[in-house]
């Protein structure tokens, strides 16, 4: 059960971080994409540092809950930030919340509960992966991030395309980021601190962490962020989950299972669709 509760209190204190960052972003030129100003701007915003803050401390959180179970069952969980951050933007920016945002909120829970109970994740060990599969994956998701970096960096200012496109890079930064964190507290649970410092994997850790940052400072000034928060909210947890199960060996029931959570993630999806949108109606100062 602890798990559970650190997963979820992890998404409580993300969506706190969200509120606080997009809204130190919200004012930022749209076509400052990879522009030194892009830092400066943001350097003089003190909700930015707020949010930063909260950041860490979600970080420092999911950390332990990685370190007491399995990436397939702390991902999916993390998609309650975007409930926590309904809730959040609503004593933020003043605005009331809708019948069916609370509709949107209970069917990505009750899809969350589903998917867990029908693919009953567990086990894995992210002890032994060798060095050949460590550089195919993190290759092949460098691959991508970069391939979204510059497709999106090519999409024209103000449309829907470029925040959206950032966005997975963004994700698959951070699904990388949350699986060298697994690494890093599976060294740490067995070698101690000193043992955990001598692996690659915390310095992996950092410079994926300090990646997928500055892209998501770049995702947030790009464009609406209604096209933004799907790529965000979802990317990471299906990178890091492919991860889980491909490379750590994590185990999910087999059989019909599979095929019936499909149900449960095309209710989460709809939540996560339908929370989106109001988010950023909120982040850009409406209140309706």
């Known amino acids: 059960m602890l798990v559970y509760a650190l997963a979820i209190l992890t998404a409580a204190v993300n969506a706190a971080a969200s509120v606080l960052q997009r809204a130190a972003n919200r004012k930022r030129p749209a076509d400052e994409l990879f522009h030194p100003r892009l830092i400066a701007r943001i350097l003089r915003e003190p909700m930015w540092f707020a949010g930063l803050a909260a950041m860490i401390g979600s970080f420092v959180l999911m950390a332990a809950a990685l370190a007491s179970g399995p990436i397939v069952v702390v991902e999916p969980l993390l998609m309650l930030d975007l409930p926590f951050t309904l809730v959040i933007a609503r004593v933020f920016f003043g605005r009331r919340t809708r019948a069916g945002e609370w509709r949107a909120v209970a069917a990505i829970t009750v899809g969350l509960a589903a998917l867990l109970f029908l693919l009953a994740p567990a086990g894995g060990d992210a002890a032994d992966v060798p060095g050949r599969t460590w550089l195919i994956g ?98 990471e947890p299906v990178v890091s989950m492919i991860w889980g199960v491909v490379v750590f060996g994590e185990q999910v029931r087999g059989g019909w299972y599979p095929a019936l959570a499909v149900p449960a993630v095309a209710l989460i999806a709809a939540g996560v669709a339908v929370l989106g949108r109001s988010f950023a109606t909120a982040a850009a100062g409406g209140r309706g």
């Open 138 to 235: 993190l290759g092949a998701s460098t691959g991508f991030i970069a391939a979204f970096t510059v497709l999106g960096a090519r999409a024209p200012v103000g449309s829907l395309a470029r925040p959206a496109l950032l966005s997975l890079a963004a994700g698959t930064g951070f699904g990388v980021t949350t699986v060298l964190t697994k690494a890093f507290t599976t060294d740490l649970v067995d070698g101690g601190m000193a043992g955990a410092f001598t692996t690659w994997h915390v310095y992996g850790l950092l410079a994926a962490g300090a990646l997928a940052f500055f892209l998501l400072q770049v995702t947030f000034g790009s464009g609406p962020l209604i096209a933004a928060q799907p790529g965000l909210t979802g990317t």
